[in-house]
């Protein structure tokens, strides 16, 4: 399908509507907005067009506050889950936890300390939800996929990597993850750049993707999101736009240049689709924006 340019918002800065390199954006079903700023240890809430609603969240290490907000997710209560990860220059994680905020941003609840355990975390940084509202989230430096329920519950864990071992199951460097109406889960493999697809309980299914700026190509993918059709966009962030594939990985579309003019990105990271599948939103991450697209027609 065509991806068409509606609209954008943002400049860098710390007001309302403002941002500081912006990365993970969900739409609840009310077709609201929600950015994690990264930069300003916030979550912003706007209306479908970008008119500010909301924010909360300030750096600290409290309940409700944030260092480094990463990827946002929403529940069908139109819960808010914010995946946060300190990580020194070394990759050594300080923080990593889940916060769980009502859709006006009032805290629930939190889970997740650093460690290799079920339930811990080295770096979480994707989430997404399951039909059920079961909760998938992106272990990256523990190279695997949890998934919890919507109180924070550990369920069950798959994916593990061993260098040099280069097996279709392992996960080299899982950012980002979506699922499909059948709940099976894609995932980004960002050093690898590749897209890897799971049953719903982690068996692996296929993989696509290579190095490169062709179709089907990637540098460095990060984030992702599904049509209710079931056709994937990849935000390729590298290459500065973003790809859609069939749920069995063949290239559909692409869209997108290094700039900043309308449908121009520069290291974009997150997308989201909103409920209805009629409109899109990137997180255009080093121009400080969101940009939004409207598809001409559906997947059937």
């Given amino acids: 399908m065509d991806h068409h340019f509606k609209g954008m918002w943002g400049s860098r800065g710390t007001g309302d509507g403002q941002f500081e390199f912006p990365r993970g954006v969900a739409v609840d079903f009310d077709g609201n907005v929600y950015v994690a700023d990264g930069g300003n240890h916030r979550i912003q809430k706007f209306t479908s067009t970008g008119i500010f609603l909301d924010k909360w969240g300030v750096e600290g290490n409290g309940e409700g506050q944030f260092k480094n907000p990463i990827h946002v997710a929403v529940d069908s209560n139109n819960n808010i889950y914010v995946t946060e990860a300190l990580v020194t220059f070394s990759h050594f994680?300080?923080?990593?936890?889940?916060?769980?905020?009502t859709s006006t941003g009032d805290f629930i609840k939190q889970w997740g300390e650093v460690g290799t355990a079920d339930g811990q975390f080295r770096r979480p940084r994707g989430i997404t939800v399951e039909s059920d509202d079961d909760i998938l989230c992106v272990d990256s430096l523990n190279f695997r996929i949890q998934k919890f329920t919507s109180d924070g519950g550990f369920i069950t864990r798959w994916g593990r990597y061993e260098p040099g071992d280069d097996r279709d199951w392992h996960l080299g460097d899982p950012v980002d993850i979506a699922v499909d109406s059948n709940d099976d889960n894609y995932v980004t493999d960002f050093f690898n750049n590749l897209v890897k697809k799971f049953t719903p309980s982690g068996d692996f299914i296929r993989k696509w993707g290579s190095s490169g700026i062709g179709d089907g190509e990637f540098r460095r993918p990060n984030g992702m999101a599904t049509f209710s059709g079931n056709s994937l966009l990849v935000?390729?962030?590298?290459?500065?736009?973003?790809?859609?594939?069939?749920?069995?990985?063949?290239f559909i579309t692409k869209w997108g240049s290094n700039g900043i003019q309308?449908?121009?990105?520069?290291?974009?990271?997150?997308?989201?689709?909103n409920k209805t599948d009629d409109m899109h939103?990137?997180?255009?991450?080093r121009n400080h924006r969101i940009q939004r697209f409207h598809p001409d027609t559906k997947v059937p």
């Fill in 93 to 101: 994680p300080l923080r990593t936890r889940i916060q769980k905020f």
């Fill in 235 to 250: 935000v390729d962030s590298l290459n500065h736009r973003l790809q859609e594939f069939s749920r069995d990985g063949v």
């Fill in 262 to 273: 309308p449908s121009q990105f520069n290291e974009p990271m997150g997308v989201a689709i």
């Fill in 281 to 285: 939103y990137v997180s255009d991450t």
